[in-house]
């Protein structure tokens, strides 16, 4: 079955603030908006593991980049040399992990299908890896909404100012929810509910590898309730930011009873502790629901075409690309922590191919990782075949 999860081009910022200190930029407050009737724009979509990787034009050169809902315009600092593109601010702020960093801001237009980014729209310069599958957001607003084919192949990118032909055609069934803007950098923001007296509300984050990220706050709500049942312990990172690769430290994973998305239950689901709020409803639930966000409604529409738990068996790791390829969390009673893994070990092969930290290195990492129901690793002179199981729960 074909699915079109629909996503906001609206630019998205998790946890990020301006230095109280400084004055706001002119950049923040004015648009730019694009006005019209009947603009559209149609991109192909390269889907890995639960990223969304999309072809924009800048510099005249095709470039691949991550579509996040969850973050701001941003593009790799050694990119942004190449193009010689000039600083015109320098801004402090927090990551997704309460990391405190400052980025530069530089000018750029970005083509994407054929509607060009404003030139004033800020990109937030900063390295991610040598791979270059920079981030970006867009700063002009496309209004209604982006649509994302995400169960066929070839995955899709549509996005549109005129929204109603498109919610006749995909959104007939779907059942509606508050959508929040709280200005710039118009994150979309959800109602949830995680006990029957405990509710809050979410970022929609495609760049979320989980169904769902509680913050500290909201799983104390849960658990008051009584919403959450088994959970399961981890040590490690849980992935990198802007501020690079998260603190190593220890992990809790937990079953949430019953989690809704305004007023549409979706029953149990898996759920990583997060640092800070907000929390987080990831990519993954791309693969239950076609999603529409329309901004101009302030509305969003989820309509289900697959069906199944919001949780899935795993491995009980994950990766780090750094100078090589290592183990940067393991969850207890996992079929890693079975086999001897630990945070630390530099994996030398993964199904039989060198594990390197290169553009073809991580793309087949993330693909073995993703794929199938078992991952062949070597690390100094072991080998071990891990299978996908479901995580032990206390």
């Known amino acids: 079955m074909n699915a079109i999860a629909t996503l906001c081009l609206s630019s998205a ?23 019209g009737h009947e603009i559209s724009v149609e991109l192909p979509l390269e889907m890995l593991a639960n990223m969304l990787l999309v072809e924009v034009q800048l510099g005249g050169t095709s470039r691949r980049f991550l579509l996040d809902t969850g973050s701001v315009s941003m593009m790799d600092t050694h990119l942004a040399q190449e193009l010689a593109l000039e600083v015109v601010d320098r801004r402090q702020s927090q990551d997704s992990h309460g990391a405190i960093i400052e980025t530069d801001v530089v000018q750029a237009e970005l083509t994407l299908g054929t509607i060009p980014d404003h030139p004033q729209g800020p990109s937030v310069c900063r390295r991610l890896s040598e791979d270059r599958e920079m981030l970006v957001r867009r700063r002009a607003r496309l209004g209604s909404a982006a649509s994302v084919r995400v169960a066929d192949r070839p995955a899709r990118l549509r996005a549109a100012l005129q929204l109603q032909r498109q919610r006749a055609r995909s959104c007939q069934r779907s059942q509606a929810t508050p959508l929040y803007n709280f200005g710039y950098p118009h994150a979309p923001i959800l109602d949830i509910g995680l006990a029957n007296d405990a509710t809050s509300k979410a ?53 949430l009873n019953a989690l809704a998305i305004g007023a549409m239950r979706l029953g149990a689901v898996d759920a990583v502790l997060r640092e800070t709020p907000p929390s987080l409803i990831g990519a993954p639930i791309l693969e239950h629901f076609v999603v529409t966000l ?27 690309f750094e100078d090589g390829v290592s183990v940067s969390l393991v969850w207890d009673d996992s079929p890693a922590a079975a086999a001897g893994l630990r945070v630390g070990h530099e994996l030398t092969s993964i199904n039989q191919r060198p594990a390197r930290a290169t553009c073809d290195g991580i793309r087949s990492a993330i693909r073995a990782m993703s794929t199938g129901n078992s991952i062949q690793l070597g690390w100094d002179e072991n080998t071990v075949t891990l299978i996908r199981a479901k995580l032990a729960a206390q």
Not at 18 to 23: I, M
Not at 221 to 242: D, E, Q
Not at 294 to 320: C, E, I, Q, V
Request: glycine share 12%.
């Open 294 to 320: 329309d901004t101009r409604a302030k509305s969003a529409w989820f309509d289900a075409y697959r069906d199944g738990p919001l949780m899935r068996p795993s491995y009980g790791l994950a990766l780090a």
């Open 13 to 35: 910022a998790l946890a990020s603030t301006l230095h109280a200190a400084e004055q706001t930029p002119k950049w923040l407050e004015d648009g730019p908006y694009i006005e």
């Open 203 to 255: 970022l929609f984050d495609t760049g979320s590898p989980e169904y769902l990220a509680i913050s500290p706050p909201d799983l104390d709500g849960a658990r008051r309730n009584k919403g959450v049942g088994p959970t399961v312990a981890g040590h490690g990172s849980l992935g990198g930011s802007m501020g690079g690769l998260a603190p190593e430290k220890d992990q809790l994973r937990v079953r």
